[in-house]
């Protein structure tokens, strides 16, 4: 089974940075769609961040646009987050995904109202932001 590890999560004060890390095992970048999702309880999942790995062609969310990047190194994924706000304050997991690189980049993957990825929901990495 394809195991994906999120890691690299904390608590930062407003306007502070983190990156977070996605690590696999038995499992191999390419030609998928690699994605962030964060959730906070009693709220809707978010799809924020998705890479089409081929070609490295990204979605963001609007609501980390211009602040967030999603990155690929072999076979790690990375999200950095910059000057973070109260709302993103929420338990962020990495996904993966067998989506066309069109639904991958358009936000299509992300924005399912189901989670449809090759990777069960694990545990994911907390960010917390204070004020």
């Known amino acids: 089974q394809v195991q994906l590890v999120a890691s690299g999560g904390g608590s930062v004060r407003a306007g502070g940075s983190l990156r977070l890390s996605c690590a696999a095992s038995r499992f191999k970048f390419r030609s998928f769609c690699m994605g962030w999702f964060r959730q906070v309880p009693g709220k809707k999942r978010e799809g924020i961040a998705a890479?089409?790995?081929?070609?490295?062609r990204a979605y963001y969310a609007d609501s980390v646009k211009g602040r967030f990047t999603i990155s690929q190194d072999q076979d790690t994924l990375y999200l950095q987050m910059n000057n973070l706000k109260s709302d993103d304050t929420a338990t962020y997991h990495c996904?993966?995904?067998?989506?066309?690189?069109?639904?991958?980049?358009?936000?299509?993957?992300?924005?399912?109202?189901?989670?449809?990825?090759?990777?069960?929901w694990g545990e994911g990495t907390l960010v917390t932001i204070s004020s």
């Open positions: 890479i089409n790995t081929p070609d490295s």
């Open positions: 996904a993966a995904s067998v989506v066309s690189p069109y639904d991958c980049y358009s936000g299509s993957w992300s924005n399912q109202g189901d989670y449809h990825a090759i990777n069960p």
